[in-house]
């Protein structure tokens, strides 16, 4: 039998999560290590005059490219996971290029540096001279000799979806003609059409990033939270508890 894929909300309040959880749920930081220690304060501060909670913090993916501290995201990361071991880290498309590019693979070393690479080499101590003049087999060996083993097994270790009562939550998107527990990894962490344009209400509601929002606004099928920090300087992290909703954000640059 063809297994259902789109399951009617039977109740009146929106969606939500499970009693007595606390859920923030935070965008594509590629490298702003700035915004991200703002934006951990503040979800400290928001989670503590809250009251007590089972609370978990999500990341969506794309911790790294394009912003000048992609090494620096990655120690917080751990850092935070070290206090609050329930944190969740999902894959995003970029962590999946550095991680085939680490592994030697041409094609996506290539890719890489198309998309930000350069300035996440540049995090782990490699100089803009030495990057420029590097061809690929020079490149691949500067980074597999900076990057540290805890950061490589960091991203091996990386989710590509966590599910919170009526939320899912992925880098990129789900595609909407397939049922979450039978999604493609590459759809969870590439997506864009035919999800974006969707509008009849999925198994749960999908939080993600990957596409870049001006606002930060759910509708009937998804809650776009990345708002494009690396450009913006605003990094938005979305708390969910009951079926009650609210945004942290760090201020705009300029």
């Known amino acids: 039998m063809l297994k259902k894929i789109f399951a009617a909300r039977s109740k ?9 959880e606390r859920v923030y749920a935070v965008g594509d ?16 501060r928001d989670d503590a005059a809250r009251g007590p909670a089972d609370t978990t913090i999500v990341f969506l993916g ?50 890489f540096t198309r998309v930000g690479g350069r300035e996440t080499v540049l995090s782990y101590g490699m100089t803009p001279t030495a990057y420029d003049e590097a061809d690929y087999d020079v490149l691949l060996a500067e980074m597999q000799a900076r990057v540290p083993a805890t950061h490589r097994v960091f991203l091996e270790s990386l989710e590509n979806m966590v599910v919170k009562g009526d939320y899912a939550f992925v880098h990129a998107g789900i595609h909407p003609d397939t049922a979450l527990e039978d999604q493609r ?41 990345d708002t494009g920090a690396y ?23 300029g």
């Open 12 to 20: 009146t309040t929106g969606p939500s999560v499970p009693p007595g």
């Open 29 to 44: 930081i590629h490298g702003c290590v700035v915004e991200l220690d703002d934006l951990l304060g503040q979800i400290e």
């Open 62 to 111: 794309d911790f790294v490219d394009r912003g000048p501290s992609s090494a620096q995201v990655i120690d917080r990361l751990l850092a935070l996971r070290q206090r609050r071991p329930n944190t969740r880290f999902l894959i995003g498309n970029h962590e999946e290029l550095f991680i085939d590019a680490l592994a030697g693979e041409d094609k996506p070393l290539r890719l």
């Open 185 to 225: 990894p590459r759809d969870l962490r590439w997506i864009r059409e035919p999800f974006l344009s969707h509008r009849k209400p999925l198994e749960k509601l999908i939080v993600h990033g990957h596409t870049i929002v001006e606002t930060a606004t759910p509708g009937p099928v998804r809650f776009p939270i």
């Open 231 to 253: 450009l913006t300087g605003v990094l938005t992290a979305l708390g969910l508890e009951g079926d009650r909703h609210w945004l942290l954000q760090t201020a705009p640059r």
